[in-house]
């Protein structure tokens, strides 16, 4: 029942479209161009209002991207986000200011003193800021805080909201490992960031785990990462005959794809009492190890959180619990 809920619950995911037609024109426009002369097109002008964005370049290997800059007297520097959040920068850590072109226009900060975009609250047409050939990609805004993963140009951090469904092949049957990450990272830099989740894990419907990882974060480029978590299992969830004994070892590393789709692989080890009995003698408790690998998938922000939803409400629902071959 679970699988199944999980499956049809990730199922359904929403799409929008939308379309326009232009009304044609009911008379030839005199302006037109004689037969055999290509006048250039101009870009088509749209009602959408954005202001432009510019990426500043930090000492350290921070990076902003903002909608105004201000030059003061004093040597700071304010940078507004589009969101109207500002922040003010000595201007010796400037490093380089681009616009959405492209260009370098850090000369006209630092050394021309000029105001650059738009006052918080002002804004003018672009056209650049709509799909269309040949238009320039609008700069993401950069914001304090995320709900999916994201590198440091466009957030100081992000929370963690993972949901990974892993399978592992013990030859005579396929074992299922879900688990649940719940954390914050922050981005100390260009290249890396460090955080911590606490995670809930579910081997099939035979036990949970409970611990905390710590996840570090490379980013390989602006929209794929690389982390690797190594963790602790605190406390287990399991038959009375096969008790955890913490602490456990619970790690992940994972490829993941704009934070919200990754490849994900983990490697659990636990200890466990387990009592033997044989009539007529007592009970006998030794300790046995467990390790095992498993690989699937990861899925991070609002998927993470639709996956996670749909875990949880499968576990509560249910009830029997079933113990695999060779598990103790």
């Not at 805080?145 to 030859?171: K, S």
């Not at 036990?207 to 990882?213: D, H, L, M, P």
Request: charged share 20%.
């Amino acid at each position: 029942m679970r699988h199944a809920l999980v499956a049809v619950l990730l199922a359904f995911v929403p799409c929008l479209a939308a379309a326009e037609e232009a009304p044609a024109s009911a008379q030839p426009d005199p302006r037109d161009a004689p037969p055999g002369v290509v006048r250039p097109v101009d870009p088509p002008t749209y009602d959408t209002v954005v202001p432009e964005l510019f990426q500043v370049d930090l000492e350290g290997g921070s990076a902003r991207t903002v909608a105004y800059i201000e030059s003061h007297a004093d040597g700071m520097v304010k940078m507004t986000a589009l969101d109207g959040g500002f922040d003010y920068v000595p201007m010796y850590r400037i490093k380089s200011i681009t616009d959405q072109d492209g260009r370098d226009v850090t000369r006209d900060v630092v050394f021309r003193r000029l105001n650059l975009g738009s006052f918080e609250g002002q804004s003018f047409r672009d056209p650049r800021a709509i799909t269309y050939p040949g238009a320039t990609k609008v700069l993401e805004p950069f914001r304090s805080l995320r709900f999916a993963a994201a590198p440091a140009n466009l957030c100081r951090g992000y929370v963690v909201t993972d949901f990974a469904a892993m399978i592992r092949d013990r030859g005579y049957f396929t074992e299922h490992f879900y688990t649940i990450d719940l954390g914050y990272v922050r981005n100390l830099g260009r290249d890396y960031s460090l955080g911590g989740t606490a995670f809930l894990g579910a081997l099939g419907t035979s036990s949970e785990e409970v611990g905390v990882r710590v996840r570090a974060t490379r980013w390989l480029s602006q929209t794929v990462s690389l982390d690797v978590a190594p963790g602790v299992v605190l406390w287990e969830d399991r038959t009375s005959y096969a008790r955890f004994k913490p602490p456990g070892l619970a790690a992940q590393a994972a490829l993941n794809l704009q934070g919200h789709l990754g490849l994900v692989l983990q490697v659990l080890s636990l200890n466990r009492r387990v009592s033997e009995y044989w009539y007529p003698y007592p009970p006998v408790e030794r300790i046995e190890n467990v390790t095992s690998w498993h690989f699937g998938i990861r899925l991070g922000g609002e998927l993470g959180i639709a996956g996670a939803a749909a875990f949880a409400f499968a576990e509560s629902m249910d009830g029997k619990r079933y113990y695999p071959v060779g598990e103790y």
